[in-house]
T-cell receptor, first 114, second 113 residues
């Protein structure tokens, strides 16, 4: 089962910031929060990840609460091309111990409107 | 462009048949992952290979198998196909398979009629 909870859908006006929340209340101390997006059945695209500090790259910013139980992905100036399903993932361990897999939920469908 | 390539892009076949999906990882990546995404579903992890060896298994059916070759490309074999196997199949790669970022290919869309 996915270890994260996201709203199923959100809307955002073009040019405005899109703030996508994610709840991961059972996250362990050594687990990272990853964000990917999937545009219309294309391959998922990596956006950003973080452990406990806030992170920023050319695509987005990731804000992680101090207790690490939730995070927010921020797209500072959303465009129509940002319309996609956004997945928040906590990196988990497989039954094989050191090996890791990504456990995917259903994500948030973000619609950026003109 | 993630650098991961998958062929074919589309595949249409009949029930009971067998197909092979191919994946080439990013240059330098040693680990390959396979995922299945059915209609309106999240991605389901199938299997991971690292440098030619199976590293982890997820929800992979016994009718499905995979391997990673010495040149690091991977193939996912699906046999005795059923209607329910219709889905998108994605391959991802990472540098070592020890938890770093996975980069995904464009996927293969399989339709079983």
């Amino acid at each position: 089962d996915a270890k994260t909870t996201q709203p199923p859908s959100m809307d955002c006006a073009e040019g405005r910031a899109a703030n996508l929340p994610c709840n991961h209340s059972t996250i362990s101390g050594n687990e990272y929060v990853y964000w990917y997006r999937q545009i219309h059945s294309q391959g998922p695209q990596y956006i950003i990840h973080g452990l406990k500090n806030n992170e920023t790259n050319e695509m987005a910013s990731l804000i992680i609460t101090e207790d690490r139980k939730s995070s927010t992905l921020i797209l500072p100036h959303a465009t129509l091309r940002d319309t996609a399903v956004y997945y928040c993932i906590v990196r988990a361990y497989t039954d094989a111990g050191n090996n890791r897999k990504l456990i995917w939920g259903l994500g948030t469908s973000l619609a950026v409107n003109p | 462009d993630s650098g991961v390539t998958q062929t074919p892009k589309h595949l249409i076949t009949a029930t009971g048949q067998r197909v092979t999906l191919r994946c080439s990882p990013r240059s330098g990546d040693l680990s390959v992952y396979w995922y299945q995404q059915s209609l309106d579903q999240g991605l389901q992890f199938l299997i991971q290979y690292y440098n030619g060896e199976e590293r982890a298994k997820g929800n992979i059916l016994e009718r499905f198998s995979a391997q990673q070759f010495p040149d690091l490309h991977s193939e996912l074999n699906l046999s005795s196909l059923e209607l329910g196997d219709s889905a998108l199949y994605f391959c991802a790669s990472s540098a070592t398979g020890r938890g770093e970022t996975q980069y995904f290919g464009p996927g293969t869309r399989l339709l079983v009629l």
